[in-house]
């Protein structure tokens, strides 16, 4: 497993994919926290969602745009795992892999180990320009930042960025379990967005309780952190067991499947 | 010595087609074993099997002398590459070596030696999706090189490449089967491997047709030395001395046929010429005739061996 975690880092300690990752993470910064403190009203909306300048005023205040942005990359994440593991299995470097480390499931655990820490690098800097994008613009939205860089403040980044963390790894895990399934990467990723995008949605405007259940809505209150609807920890022990499912389904075919093609 | 494979009827089933049936080959330590049969004959799904890729249906093997169902036990001293080069497009030449050195644990500084083993030292720091296809099965004989390995499992490596790329490939599979390692490279065609082998295994829908040297394939298959006189009148008296020589002919138009049966050509060919010169003959045409390699193999495949 340490082998294949080393081989994977090796493939993403690259400039051009430290670039693309920097510019990724500045975007999501400069968008969310545009976004964010642009739409802030003085008194939360329906479902207590969204923020207000007094909870951007808060010790949380300025990981906030960071926390509900991060809630809305989880697909970005299903697709970009789907695309590399697919990618692999459809076009043949899994079996070159595999004939230079035969252990499946240590070559497997070790990629995503690898992909996962990366993200992880990712998401730290998407966070710390986010706090540095909201530090910028608040002046001009009336956001007090006194609280922002206290104890309290720390442990507040801390927490928002443990909940997008476990989110995202959940997304990503349940992208590699699709595209160990399926295996080709358009169809994976038909799968994959379909799921995470429309259909969850579609079934939560006729079921209001969808948001209790279903994997993909689960995953967005996770990573926000828990809503009024769904605590924390609810959807934390939901999506744990998806995940545990569709992870331990996804090393049974991927350990006694033939490679082939 | 332990050969280098043993299978003992292999088998590969996909529902009720059998894409390998009761194979059993032994592959001798340190020979090029070429493995020949026509497409879809279930050469690469043997290949796979040996890799550990395809799980067999049934029978057992051992490679290496390690037990097939372990792919683990053997595969660090096994270098292969089957169903054409798979590489990262994105990563340059080297990368995707260096990648594939560490996922093995293999010491990363034989890698520039390699590239320029293979001819793509010059280009080595270049993208993979912007080789060549001949440039790309090189890094694939690279990649199969990665730890000096004692087994080398090469599947079609000639296969798409142009003459040139031919003549270069047979020329590095040669260079690679110096010293003791085995080297199991199958084709198609039977001519391209032809120069290089010294052991055949010729299989068709899934079975064993022939296995053995090389040499033994070509004396199956009733070659003979054409013999023809500058003058076309001293045919009968040619064939006359040939037989006092010990050689039996038969006329075959303006020429006499005889039958190489297990003789090294060469030496049979300086035999009869020395026979001829010593009567007072001179041979206009000295060559081999009748069934190839390539003629035997196909009768062979068409026929469903004759091991």
Known sequence: ?261 | MTNAITLHSLSKRYGARAAVENLTIDVPPGVVAGFVGPNGAGKTTTMAMLLGLVKPSGGSGRVLGKPLETPSSYLGRVGALVEGPAFYPALTGAQNLAVLATAAGHDRSQIPGLLDLVGLAARGDDRFRDYSFGMKQRLGIAAALLGNPSLLILDEPINGLDPAGVHEMRGLIGRLASGSRTVLVSSHVLTELEQVCDWLIVIDAGRLVFEGPASELLDRGGANLAVAPEHPGDLERLRGLLTAAGHDSRAAGDHLAVAINGHDPRGLAAALNRAAGEGGIVLAELRVTGASLEDRYLTMVKNGGDR
Request: charged residues 15%; positive net charge.
């Open chain 1, 1 to 261: 497993m340490i082998r294949s975690f080393k081989a994977e880092l090796l493939k993403l300690r690259r400039r051009r994919v430290a670039v693309v990752a920097t510019v990724g993470a500045l975007a999501f910064a400069v968008i969310a926290t545009t976004a964010v403190f642009l739409s802030a009203t003085q008194t939360a909306g329906p479902r207590g969602r969204g923020a207000t300048i007094e909870s951007l005023s808060g010790a949380g205040g300025a990981t906030e745009a960071f926390a509900l942005g991060a809630s809305f990359v989880g697909l970005l994440v299903l697709v970009l795992f789907i695309a590399n593991v697919a990618g692999e299995l459809s076009q043949g470097t899994i079996r070159t892999l595999l004939m230079r480390q035969p252990r499946r499931l240590a070559l497997l655990a070790g990629k995503m180990a690898a992909l996962l820490a990366f993200v992880a690098g990712v998401l730290m800097l998407a966070e710390v320009l986010t706090v540095a994008a909201s530090a910028a613009i608040a002046p001009s939205q009336d956001v007090a930042t006194s609280s922002w860089f206290g104890l309290d403040g720390l442990g507040e980044a801390a927490s928002d960025y443990a909940s997008a963390l476990l989110g995202i790894c959940a997304w990503a895990l349940l992208g590699m379990a699709i595209a160990v399934f399926v295996r080709s990467i358009p169809i994976a990723l038909g799968i994959g967005i379909v799921w995470a995008g429309p259909f969850e949605h579609i079934l939560q405007d006729s079921w209001t309780s969808a948001d209790r259940w279903f994997p993909g809505l689960l995953l967005e209150s996770l990573t926000a952190g828990g809503t009024d609807d769904v605590a924390f920890g609810r959807a934390l022990a939901l999506v744990a067991v998806y995940v545990a499912v569709a992870v331990s389904a996804a090393a049974v075919v991927f350990a006694r499947r033939d490679v082939t093609g």
